[in-house]
Protein backbone atom coordinates (compact mmCIF):
# COMPACT_ATOMS: atom_id res chain seq x y z
CA UNK A 1 0.00 0.00 0.00
CA UNK A 2 1.48 3.00 -1.10
CA UNK A 3 -0.16 5.75 1.43
CA UNK A 4 -0.60 8.53 -0.65
CA UNK A 5 -4.20 9.48 1.38
CA UNK A 6 -3.19 7.59 4.00
CA UNK A 7 -5.78 8.30 6.96
CA UNK A 8 -8.29 10.38 4.94
CA UNK A 9 -11.58 9.91 4.64
CA UNK A 10 -13.31 9.72 1.16
CA UNK A 11 -16.78 10.47 0.24
CA UNK A 12 -18.16 9.01 -3.20
CA UNK A 13 -20.80 9.00 -5.17
CA UNK A 14 -22.05 6.26 -7.69
CA UNK A 15 -20.03 4.04 -5.84
CA UNK A 16 -21.67 1.12 -6.50
CA UNK A 17 -19.85 0.23 -9.98
CA UNK A 18 -17.86 1.45 -12.90
CA UNK A 19 -15.77 5.06 -12.16
CA UNK A 20 -17.46 5.29 -8.47
CA UNK A 21 -16.65 1.79 -7.43
CA UNK A 22 -12.99 1.68 -8.78
CA UNK A 23 -12.08 5.16 -7.60
CA UNK A 24 -12.98 3.64 -4.12
CA UNK A 25 -10.94 0.69 -4.33
CA UNK A 26 -8.05 3.08 -5.69
CA UNK A 27 -8.51 5.43 -2.57
CA UNK A 28 -8.32 2.39 -0.52
CA UNK A 29 -5.40 0.75 -2.05
CA UNK A 30 -3.57 4.58 -0.84
CA UNK A 31 -4.80 4.38 2.76
CA UNK A 32 -8.59 6.37 2.23
CA UNK A 33 -11.46 5.08 4.64
CA UNK A 34 -14.09 5.77 1.92
CA UNK A 35 -17.92 7.31 2.62
CA UNK A 36 -19.94 4.88 -0.28
CA UNK A 37 -23.21 6.33 -1.61
CA UNK A 38 -25.27 4.66 -4.86
CA UNK A 39 -29.04 5.05 -5.81
CA UNK A 40 -28.98 1.28 -6.51
CA UNK A 41 -31.91 1.66 -8.59
CA UNK A 42 -33.53 3.21 -11.99
CA UNK A 43 -33.39 6.96 -11.89
CA UNK A 44 -34.54 7.41 -15.88
CA UNK A 45 -37.41 4.97 -17.86
CA UNK A 46 -35.93 6.06 -21.29
CA UNK A 47 -32.81 3.99 -21.08
CA UNK A 48 -31.83 0.47 -21.86
CA UNK A 49 -28.60 0.42 -19.42
CA UNK A 50 -29.44 -1.81 -15.98
CA UNK A 51 -29.28 0.21 -13.00
CA UNK A 52 -27.20 -0.40 -10.70
CA UNK A 53 -28.31 -2.98 -7.39
CA UNK A 54 -27.55 -3.06 -3.46
CA UNK A 55 -25.77 -6.29 -4.25
CA UNK A 56 -23.37 -4.19 -6.59
CA UNK A 57 -22.73 -1.35 -3.88
CA UNK A 58 -22.50 -4.46 -1.21
CA UNK A 59 -19.60 -5.89 -3.74
CA UNK A 60 -17.57 -2.17 -3.72
CA UNK A 61 -17.81 -2.57 0.04
CA UNK A 62 -16.27 -6.06 0.47
CA UNK A 63 -13.55 -4.83 -2.18
CA UNK A 64 -12.59 -1.99 0.29
CA UNK A 65 -12.78 -3.97 3.40
CA UNK A 66 -10.62 -6.73 1.71
CA UNK A 67 -7.92 -3.99 1.61
CA UNK A 68 -8.35 -3.71 5.24
CA UNK A 69 -9.76 -0.35 5.25
CA UNK A 70 -13.18 0.91 6.61
CA UNK A 71 -15.83 1.62 4.25
CA UNK A 72 -20.04 3.10 5.35
CA UNK A 73 -22.29 2.79 2.57
CA UNK A 74 -26.28 4.12 2.07
CA UNK A 75 -28.39 3.77 -0.90
CA UNK A 76 -29.32 7.75 -1.87
CA UNK A 77 -30.25 9.14 -4.49
CA UNK A 78 -28.22 12.19 -5.33
CA UNK A 79 -30.94 14.04 -6.03
CA UNK A 80 -31.86 14.44 -2.49
CA UNK A 81 -30.11 16.54 -0.44
CA UNK A 82 -31.64 15.72 2.54
CA UNK A 83 -30.83 11.99 2.82
CA UNK A 84 -26.83 13.07 0.95
CA UNK A 85 -26.40 15.36 3.90
CA UNK A 86 -27.74 12.87 5.99
CA UNK A 87 -25.32 10.19 4.58
CA UNK A 88 -22.59 12.16 4.95
CA UNK A 89 -23.23 13.32 8.46
CA UNK A 90 -23.72 9.67 9.03
CA UNK A 91 -20.19 8.30 7.41
CA UNK A 92 -18.45 11.39 8.80
CA UNK A 93 -19.35 10.57 12.59
CA UNK A 94 -18.64 7.09 12.14
CA UNK A 95 -15.04 7.56 10.26
CA UNK A 96 -14.22 10.34 12.50
CA UNK A 97 -13.47 13.01 9.31
CA UNK A 98 -14.12 13.89 5.68
CA UNK A 99 -11.06 15.18 3.55
CA UNK A 100 -11.94 14.04 -0.32
CA UNK A 101 -14.73 14.27 -1.66
CA UNK A 102 -15.42 12.59 -5.37
CA UNK A 103 -18.99 13.76 -6.95
CA UNK A 104 -19.04 10.60 -9.41
CA UNK A 105 -23.02 9.63 -9.52
CA UNK A 106 -24.15 10.07 -13.08
CA UNK A 107 -26.58 8.73 -16.04
CA UNK A 108 -27.08 8.54 -19.39
CA UNK A 109 -30.12 8.53 -21.09
CA UNK A 110 -31.93 9.35 -24.06
CA UNK A 111 -29.91 10.08 -27.40
CA UNK A 112 -31.94 12.60 -29.43
CA UNK A 113 -30.71 16.06 -30.97
CA UNK A 114 -32.11 18.57 -28.31
CA UNK A 115 -35.17 19.67 -30.00
CA UNK A 116 -36.06 15.99 -29.77
CA UNK A 117 -35.32 15.40 -26.23
CA UNK A 118 -38.01 14.94 -23.91
CA UNK A 119 -38.91 16.82 -20.90
CA UNK A 120 -38.72 14.25 -18.77
CA UNK A 121 -34.90 13.58 -20.02
CA UNK A 122 -33.65 16.46 -19.77
CA UNK A 123 -35.10 17.02 -16.09
CA UNK A 124 -33.53 13.52 -14.74
CA UNK A 125 -30.30 14.35 -16.63
CA UNK A 126 -29.96 18.12 -15.21
CA UNK A 127 -31.06 16.53 -12.14
CA UNK A 128 -28.73 14.01 -11.35
CA UNK A 129 -25.81 14.91 -13.56
CA UNK A 130 -25.51 18.52 -12.34
CA UNK A 131 -27.72 19.57 -9.43
CA UNK A 132 -26.53 15.94 -7.65
CA UNK A 133 -22.87 16.93 -8.14
CA UNK A 134 -23.99 20.77 -6.32
CA UNK A 135 -25.85 19.09 -3.68
CA UNK A 136 -23.13 16.58 -3.04
CA UNK A 137 -20.33 19.00 -2.37
CA UNK A 138 -22.54 21.11 -0.51
CA UNK A 139 -23.58 18.60 2.06
CA UNK A 140 -19.88 17.81 2.25
CA UNK A 141 -18.24 20.89 2.58
CA UNK A 142 -19.19 21.69 6.18
CA UNK A 143 -17.68 19.05 6.94
CA UNK A 144 -14.39 19.60 5.10
CA UNK A 145 -14.28 23.49 6.89
CA UNK A 146 -14.99 22.52 10.40
CA UNK A 147 -12.22 19.68 10.23
CA UNK A 148 -9.34 22.82 9.04
CA UNK A 149 -7.14 20.83 7.27
CA UNK A 150 -8.21 21.95 4.00
CA UNK A 151 -9.51 19.05 1.41
CA UNK A 152 -9.59 18.16 -2.39
CA UNK A 153 -13.32 18.04 -3.99
CA UNK A 154 -13.08 16.23 -7.40
CA UNK A 155 -15.86 16.50 -9.80
CA UNK A 156 -16.30 14.02 -12.60
CA UNK A 157 -17.39 15.75 -15.88
CA UNK A 158 -16.46 14.45 -19.14
CA UNK A 159 -14.60 15.50 -22.60
CA UNK A 160 -18.45 16.48 -23.20
CA UNK A 161 -17.95 19.32 -20.42
CA UNK A 162 -15.48 20.65 -22.49
CA UNK A 163 -16.60 20.11 -26.11
CA UNK A 164 -19.97 19.51 -28.16
CA UNK A 165 -21.44 16.19 -29.47
CA UNK A 166 -24.75 15.53 -30.91
CA UNK A 167 -27.31 13.60 -29.90
CA UNK A 168 -26.50 13.99 -26.33
CA UNK A 169 -26.93 17.02 -26.09
CA UNK A 170 -28.63 17.26 -22.29
CA UNK A 171 -25.13 15.57 -21.17
CA UNK A 172 -23.25 17.99 -22.94
CA UNK A 173 -25.24 21.06 -20.97
CA UNK A 174 -24.68 19.20 -17.34
CA UNK A 175 -21.13 18.33 -18.04
CA UNK A 176 -20.78 21.76 -18.75
CA UNK A 177 -22.45 22.71 -16.04
CA UNK A 178 -20.43 20.44 -13.88
CA UNK A 179 -17.34 22.44 -15.13
CA UNK A 180 -19.03 25.91 -13.87
CA UNK A 181 -19.59 24.48 -10.34
CA UNK A 182 -15.62 23.53 -10.34
CA UNK A 183 -14.23 26.67 -11.02
CA UNK A 184 -17.12 28.21 -8.93
CA UNK A 185 -16.57 25.96 -5.65
CA UNK A 186 -12.50 26.55 -6.05
CA UNK A 187 -12.51 30.55 -5.88
CA UNK A 188 -14.80 30.28 -3.09
CA UNK A 189 -13.23 27.32 -1.05
CA UNK A 190 -9.28 28.18 -1.95
CA UNK A 191 -9.44 30.41 1.21
CA UNK A 192 -9.79 27.44 3.13
CA UNK A 193 -7.13 25.38 1.22
CA UNK A 194 -9.87 23.39 -0.19
CA UNK A 195 -8.68 22.55 -4.10
CA UNK A 196 -11.66 21.46 -6.09
CA UNK A 197 -11.01 20.22 -9.86
CA UNK A 198 -12.73 18.15 -12.58
CA UNK A 199 -11.67 14.83 -14.48
CA UNK A 200 -12.91 14.78 -17.75
CA UNK A 201 -12.27 11.53 -19.09
CA UNK A 202 -13.33 10.03 -22.71
CA UNK A 203 -15.17 6.93 -23.31
CA UNK A 204 -14.85 4.38 -20.01
CA UNK A 205 -15.44 0.79 -19.79
CA UNK A 206 -18.46 0.94 -17.49
CA UNK A 207 -21.68 -0.02 -18.13
CA UNK A 208 -22.86 3.75 -18.66
CA UNK A 209 -20.63 3.33 -22.17
CA UNK A 210 -20.59 -0.32 -22.88
CA UNK A 211 -24.69 -0.89 -23.44
CA UNK A 212 -26.42 -1.32 -26.48
CA UNK A 213 -27.74 2.08 -26.89
CA UNK A 214 -24.24 3.27 -27.57
CA UNK A 215 -23.25 0.58 -29.81
CA UNK A 216 -26.37 1.82 -32.21
CA UNK A 217 -25.63 5.50 -31.36
CA UNK A 218 -22.26 5.22 -32.87
CA UNK A 219 -23.02 1.95 -35.43
CA UNK A 220 -26.37 3.25 -36.65
CA UNK A 221 -25.45 1.01 -39.71
CA UNK A 222 -25.50 -2.12 -38.08
CA UNK A 223 -28.69 -3.81 -36.85
CA UNK A 224 -26.93 -5.17 -34.08
CA UNK A 225 -23.14 -3.98 -33.39
CA UNK A 226 -21.16 -5.19 -30.59
CA UNK A 227 -17.64 -3.79 -28.73
CA UNK A 228 -15.73 -4.64 -31.65
CA UNK A 229 -17.71 -2.70 -33.90
CA UNK A 230 -17.64 0.16 -31.33
CA UNK A 231 -13.93 -0.01 -31.20
CA UNK A 232 -13.84 0.77 -34.49
CA UNK A 233 -16.05 3.86 -34.60
CA UNK A 234 -14.86 4.80 -30.80
CA UNK A 235 -11.07 4.63 -31.96
CA UNK A 236 -11.70 7.85 -34.47
CA UNK A 237 -12.78 10.26 -31.62
CA UNK A 238 -8.50 9.61 -29.91
CA UNK A 239 -5.06 10.88 -31.23
CA UNK A 240 -4.20 7.05 -29.71
CA UNK A 241 -5.07 3.91 -30.91
CA UNK A 242 -7.95 2.58 -28.53
CA UNK A 243 -11.79 3.44 -28.59
CA UNK A 244 -12.24 4.12 -24.85
CA UNK A 245 -10.13 4.06 -21.29
CA UNK A 246 -10.67 1.98 -18.54
CA UNK A 247 -12.13 2.66 -14.95
CA UNK A 248 -8.67 2.52 -12.79
CA UNK A 249 -7.51 5.04 -15.58
CA UNK A 250 -9.75 8.05 -14.14
CA UNK A 251 -9.34 6.72 -10.99
CA UNK A 252 -5.63 6.85 -10.98
CA UNK A 253 -5.92 10.88 -11.85
CA UNK A 254 -8.86 10.89 -9.17
CA UNK A 255 -5.74 10.00 -6.56
CA UNK A 256 -3.29 12.36 -7.86
CA UNK A 257 -5.92 15.32 -7.62
CA UNK A 258 -6.90 13.55 -3.97
CA UNK A 259 -3.19 13.66 -2.45
CA UNK A 260 -0.40 16.22 -1.10
CA UNK A 261 1.33 15.49 -4.79
CA UNK A 262 -1.23 18.06 -6.61
CA UNK A 263 -1.35 20.50 -3.41
CA UNK A 264 -1.30 23.70 -5.34
CA UNK A 265 -3.97 22.23 -8.30
CA UNK A 266 -7.04 23.37 -8.01
CA UNK A 267 -9.45 25.44 -10.63
CA UNK A 268 -8.17 22.71 -13.17
CA UNK A 269 -10.20 20.19 -16.05
CA UNK A 270 -7.74 17.43 -16.64
CA UNK A 271 -8.72 15.32 -19.30
CA UNK A 272 -8.08 11.63 -19.48
CA UNK A 273 -8.97 11.36 -22.96
CA UNK A 274 -6.48 9.88 -25.46
CA UNK A 275 -5.92 12.50 -27.37
CA UNK A 276 -9.89 13.65 -27.72
CA UNK A 277 -9.60 17.07 -27.40
CA UNK A 278 -6.95 17.47 -30.23
CA UNK A 279 -9.71 16.62 -32.82
Known amino acids: MGGRVEGKVAFITGAARGQGRSHA ?27 ATPEDLAETADLVKGLNRRIVTAEVDVRDYAAVKAAVDSGVEQLGRLDIVVANAGIGNGGQTLDHTSEEDWTDMIDVNLSGVWKSVKAAVPH ?4 GQ ?5 LTSSVGGLKPYAHTGH ?11 MRTFAVE ?14 NVNTPLFMNEGTMKLFRPDLENPGPDDLAVAA ?14 DISNAVLFLASDEARYVTGLPMTVDAGSMLK
Not at 144 to 147: A, M, N, Q, W
Not at 189 to 202: D, F
Request: with cysteine; aromatic share 4%.
Open 25 to 51: VRLAEEGADIIAIDVCGPISSHTDIPP
Open 144 to 147: LLSG
Open 150 to 154: GGSII
Open 171 to 181: YIAAKHGVIGL
Open 189 to 202: LGQHSIRVNAVCPT
Open 235 to 248: QFMHVLPIGWVEPR
